[in-house]
Each structure stands twice: as C-alpha cells, then as structure tokens.
C-alpha cells in the first residue's frame, strides 16, 4: 500500500491495515451499522480502537483510518472472476492433473479399439469376403473342370463319366448361388472317383495263422437265414495295405479300412473252407482285382453285394 507521502508503507502496517480490513469483515453487524449509516469515520476508528484495545493490542490511529478506506476500495479482498466460459476452460486447466490421466487412458484405449477396427478388423472381413468370392467364382469352379478333365482322361470305362458329369453339374450351379458347402460336396464327389480310377489292388483273402478266414452271421430281419462273409484285404502293387471306404450293412456307417469281411454265397463260403481245410493254405486266395482305369473290382469267385467291418 502507499502512503500520502508517495512512499512504501512499512510490512508491519500493511500487515495491520490487513487485520483490520479482516477485523471489518468478520464485524458484518459493525460495518452495516456504522459504514452504511451517516456517522463519521472517527466514530468507526474509536469502535475498531476499542475492540483492538480489548484484545491488548494499540493500532495507531492513521492505521484504522487506512483500513476503514481499503474496506471500502475492496483491498485486501478476493473478489472471485465472474463464471464465464472462458473462466470454466481455465479452471479445467487448472485441474488436469485430475482428470488428465483418466482422459488420456480412455483416448489411447479408444484409438487403439478404432486402429484395431479399421487397420485390423474391418481389412480382415474385408479380405475374407473377397477370397470367399474368389473361391466361388474362380478357384472351386476351375477345380471342378480340372477334375473332370482328369477323369475323362485316365477312365477306362464309361460308367465314370457318367457319374461325374452330374457333379459336375451340380458343382457349378451351388458356386453360382453362393453353396460352398454344396460347390465342396461336388469337389469331393469327383475327388472320390478320381482316386478310385487310380486305385490298383489285388482283394485278397485272409490267410493267415491264428486269424478266421470266414464267418457267419444271422441276420436281424431274418432269423432263418444266413449270411456268409469271407475276410478279405486290399492289397496294392506295392505289396502293402490299401484302405477303402467299406460300407458296414449292419450299422449303414461308412468306415475306411483296408480289412474287411466280403458277403458271399455259401458255394464260396464252401469252396473257400475246403481249399483251407486241404492242406491248411488257401491256394485260391485272390478273390479280385481292381485295375488302373476301371471304378469296380473285377472279382474271380462269385460275391454278393454287403460286407461287414467289425466281427
């Protein structure tokens, strides 16, 4: 504060003009009365002299007068800034210790989930779609055409063609509409026939010590009867097991075995059990042979139609 001389009060008296701004502040009653009212400031500085004077302490007299007028100039006062927009904005600032963390943790964990979504997520689908279209309309459709070249090339008879044209048909047609699984059931259908032209084996029946060449059984719907199986096995060129798709007649499951028990009549169930029973080897022991070319075994005793894989 500055004195009527122009110079800086001492610390002291500032400090006690404070005080007794404070004093006036604390006084609501005193400063309603006297400073609202018509009295004179002497009155005010004999009151404030009294109360300091009470308290055991002497304020000079010029001191009271300079807090009666800071009072009234809102010195020593805090007069807090309007509440404007701008003001919020820098209150907020002021607090971003508080909330900045937080505000920064739920930034980078929503950059990093839209980052993943639009640099991971949506390019992946994206890419998945278009290969799922490539597949339909390219790739399956191509490899149905290759497979059918490769059967009407190595088939020897016409029977392959006939079942694979259908396939083939029915391929194309679920790519068209978009059936994967159908355009993958068609694959899988001309897939089987191919390998089956390739296949070479010789059906050989089982002749081996400790191990039964033949069986029979009663079947279920007909008690009365009975059914006759020779075991039998695929044997390839190279001399080792072949496996096959062998359906079971009793439980209608499709099992891939290269050992089996191949229904037969009971002339050769009969045939079959004597020449084992003559000098305990089968000297017969081809039943079949399947060629490079052909889709059926070509058998050399007569069969019938049905096998068994367990027993």
Avoid: C
């Avoid at 190595?154 to 048909?169: C, H, M, R």
């Avoid at 080897?281 to 889709?295: S, V």
């Amino acid at each position: 504060m500055t004195g009527a001389t122009g110079h800086q009060a001492p610390l002291d008296d500032v400090m006690l003009a404070m005080d007794v701004v404070d004093t006036l502040r604390h006084q609501s009653d005193l400063v309603a009365r006297e400073l609202s009212a018509d009295a004179r400031e002497a009155q005010l500085i004999a009151r404030l002299r009294s109360i300091y004077h009470d308290q055991g302490i002497e304020v000079p007299d010029h001191i009271l007068r300079e807090g009666v007028r800071a009072l009234e100039e809102s010195r020593f006062i805090y007069s807090p800034p309007p509440d404007t927009f701008q003001t919020r904005l820098a209150r907020l600032y002021v607090r971003r210790g508080r909330w900045g963390r937080r505000v920064l943790i739920v930034l980078a964990v929503l950059l990093l989930g839209l980052g993943g979504y639009y640099l991971g997520y949506q390019p992946f689908v994206a890419a998945q779609a278009e290969a799922a279209r490539v597949e339909l309309a390219e790739t399956l459709p191509a490899r149905i055409d290759a497979l059918y070249e490769q059967i009407y090339t190595e088939t020897k008879v016409q029977t392959a063609l006939d079942q694979a044209e259908p396939w083939v048909t029915r391929g194309k047609a679920a790519a068209a509409r978009g059936d994967r699984a159908g355009t993958l059931q068609a694959v899988a259908q001309l897939e089987s026939i191919h390998q089956t032209l390739l296949a070479e084996y010789s059906v050989r029946i089982v002749d081996r010590e400790g191990e039964a060449t033949g069986i029979w059984r009663f079947p279920e719907a007909n008690s009365d009867a009975t059914n006759y199986y020779i075991i039998v096995e695929a044997i390839g060129v190279d001399g080792r097991p072949v496996s096959l798709p062998i359906e079971n007649e009793e439980t209608r499951e499709t099992e891939v075995v290269s050992t089996w028990a191949q229904r037969v009549p009971e002339i050769t169930y009969d045939a079959v059990r004597a020449d084992r029973l003559d000098d305990g080897i089968i000297q017969r022991n081809i039943m079949g042979i399947k060629q490079y070319g052909f889709l059926e075994t070509e058998f050399a005793m007569p069969v019938l139609d049905g096998a068994i894989t367990r027993w």
